[in-house]
């Protein structure tokens, strides 16, 4: 394995540092609001966020045992269970203590790191219509992602090319479709259909 491209962590240490300073800015009733996530109100998303920083390799390997091993599962019953017994600012601080953590996402690498930052960050701070990650950051993120990291979202673009028109990067193959790079990373990774973001239905 060869090391962990630089940018990629500096990336990573910025979007924490950036959305830590939205975060503490927010009150209950923007902490109970709906998230992107469905099923999740932004208080379970950021104690999805912290969970990374929150368990040991034993704690995280029970819970996957006690969810039989779906990820989605565990996740969601550690964010429910989390979000429960933590407080918002408890939350918000756990983030902040946490924003140079080394943590990389098994199989996603550093760039699994970033990504995770900016689609959670992004479900967060849409709804609420705070700032987006700079366009740059959000190319960093899908250009360092492997196929297998955006199919894992399971989105057809139905033979569309999304393209970026404020960032170097684009995703899929066919038609040609600009677009900021905050729609791009909302579509592939599921959570805005692409008739929202474009106008176009067809």
Same mark, same amino acid.
């Given at each position: 394995?060869?090391?962990?491209?630089?940018?990629?962590?500096?990336?990573?240490?910025?979007?924490?540092?950036?959305?830590?300073?939205?975060?503490?800015?927010?009150?209950?009733?923007?902490?109970?609001?709906?998230?992107?996530?469905?099923?999740?109100?932004?208080?379970?998303?950021?104690?999805?966020?912290?969970?990374?920083?929150?368990?040991?390799?034993?704690?995280?390997?029970?819970?996957?045992?006690?969810?039989?091993?779906?990820?989605?599962?565990?996740?969601?019953?550690? =964010?429910?269970?989390?979000?429960?017994?933590?407080?918002?600012?408890?939350?918000?601080?756990?983030?902040?203590?946490?924003?140079?953590?080394?943590?990389?996402?098994?199989?996603?690498?550093?760039?699994?790191?970033?990504?995770?930052?900016?689609?959670?960050?992004?479900?967060?701070?849409?709804?609420?219509?705070?700032? =987006?990650?700079?366009?740059?950051?959000?190319?960093?993120?899908?250009?360092?992602?492997?196929?297998?990291?955006?199919?894992?979202?399971?989105?057809?673009? =139905?033979?569309?090319?999304?393209?970026?028109?404020?960032?170097?990067?684009?995703?899929?193959?066919?038609?040609?479709?600009?677009?900021?790079?905050?729609?791009?990373?909302?579509?592939?990774?599921?959570?805005?259909?692409?008739?929202?973001?474009?106008?176009?239905?067809?």
């Amino acid at each position: 394995m060869g090391s962990t491209d630089p940018r990629l962590v500096e990336a990573t240490h910025a979007e924490r540092e950036r959305l830590a300073h939205l975060f503490a800015d927010l009150g209950p009733v923007q902490w109970s609001a709906p998230s992107l996530c469905h099923g999740w109100r932004n208080r379970e998303v950021l104690a999805h966020m912290t969970m990374p920083f929150r368990l040991s390799g034993l704690g995280f390997l029970g819970g996957m045992v006690r969810a039989r091993f779906n990820f989605n599962r565990f996740a969601d019953r550690d =964010a429910r269970a989390t979000a429960d017994a933590t407080s918002d600012a408890e939350l918000v601080d756990l983030y902040r203590a946490n924003i140079r953590h080394p943590w990389r996402p098994p199989g996603g690498g550093q760039a699994g790191a970033l990504g995770h930052e900016i689609i959670h960050g992004l479900d967060i701070t849409e709804p609420l219509r705070l700032p =987006a990650p700079p366009p740059d950051r959000i190319a960093l993120a899908l250009g360092s992602a492997g196929p297998r990291n955006l199919a894992y979202f399971g989105v057809d673009l =139905a033979g569309r090319r999304l393209v970026a028109d404020d960032a170097d990067c684009s995703v899929g193959i066919g038609e040609e479709l600009r677009l900021p790079a905050r729609d791009l990373m909302l579509v592939v990774t599921g959570r805005r259909a692409l008739a929202d973001v474009t106008g176009n239905a067809n």
